[in-house]
């Protein structure tokens, strides 16, 4: 396997290493596939504004230098977070910053623990619980990487230790007024893996195909990149360029061996009860599976994925109960899949459920998908009785599908 990575990698870059070595004091750095002169004009404004953003990004970290960084992402890190955050990891190393990754959730898909597995990608989980009782004064400041702070539950706590925000690097839109040093969104790119491989290709860090931890972390990122963009089918231009660029270094086969992951037993029985339990109503197809475990709740969105691809079905929805032992927090989660261009998940999903008491949606969306938590409050708490469990579910289900209905079809009278 170390074979092939170096060679994959070293064979595809041979006539582009003037473009992998300019500098990035150039406009042209960051977009080399430049033709004729009307092209080379709209890049180079392009270029140019994000030429301010390579420097801006560099001055950031030179005033850091030799410091430490927590680099944090959402609760439940995908390859697009994962790999750009060892990407910022790699640049910053370049500055003598030490940065450490954390989450505080679970890597919970397959396909995310044989990417940080086969690639031995540097994140690690670390729990509210345990960030709490961390020494977090050895940090001089932490980053938000393909989130604002709002996916994860470890903000309030870095917050309270007083510790900087220095760079938020994101692809959804804006959340909120950031006091970063440094902010880079960019609604407009499909992968925050974009982003950062922007960097790389600047400059920033040199990727180099004889470096084993550079080809894994360029296969990383586009992975990352192929995720998020549904395997680039929604990938705009500069994801595609970012792509390019990647192809030079990454290894197809490793890349092979992550895409392979087969799924666990347990996932296929969350496939299987939500085939049992499907309901289909013009191309809707919901389906309730009752209890999941904690660790077990991405089979949720797999199943969802599974069921539209169904004849005649749009959409799906699998929703379940997941109870989180550690937070002692029981909550339904729930995914939708739609190929119905004109369904947006997210006005979907903030109509179906609406918002709690203070004001915050249950969920939403981007295109193509969307999920929701809602948390079951009063009655949460496990319940040795199945009765009880049995009848709590009911409500639930019977709850989810009444609200998802009446959207499908607004005239039936549900129930
Ligand atoms: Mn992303």
Known sequence: MTNNLLNSGASSLDSEQVDAKAQPSSTQDVNPSVGNSQTTRRQSTSGSK???KVQQFQETLERHQNERQLIILQDFPDPDALSSAWA???????YNIQCDIVYAGTLSHQENIALVKLTGLPAKRSSV???????????????LIDNQGTTTQLLPIVTKANIPLIAIFDHHSSQGEWKAEFIDLRPQARATATLLTHYLQAGLLQLDSSISEHIKCATALMHGLRSDTNMLMQAQEED???????????DTQLLNAILKTSRSRR????????????????????????????????????????????ENVHTAVVYGIVYDEDQELEVVIGSLRTNKLTLDPDEFIKEAFGQDSHGRFFGGGRMMAGGFEIPTGFLSSFNDKSDYAKLKWEVFDTQVKQKLLRLVNPQDTVI
């Open 50 to 52: 994000v030429h301010s």
């Open 88 to 94: 910022y990891q790699l640049i910053a190393q370049e």
């Open 129 to 143: 619980e345990t960030t709490k009782n961390q020494d977090l004064s050895v940090y001089q400041g932490y980053v």
């Open 240 to 250: 595609f360029l970012a792509a390019g660029y990647l192809s030079r270094f990454y």
């Open 267 to 310: 996932v296929m029985d969350v496939i299987e009860r939500s085939l049992k339990y499907r309901i289909l109503q013009d191309n809707f197809s919901m389906a309730g599976v009752g209890y999941l475990r904690y660790e077990d709740r991405d089979a949720i969105p797999q199943a969802a994925d599974f069921l539209v691809t169904e």
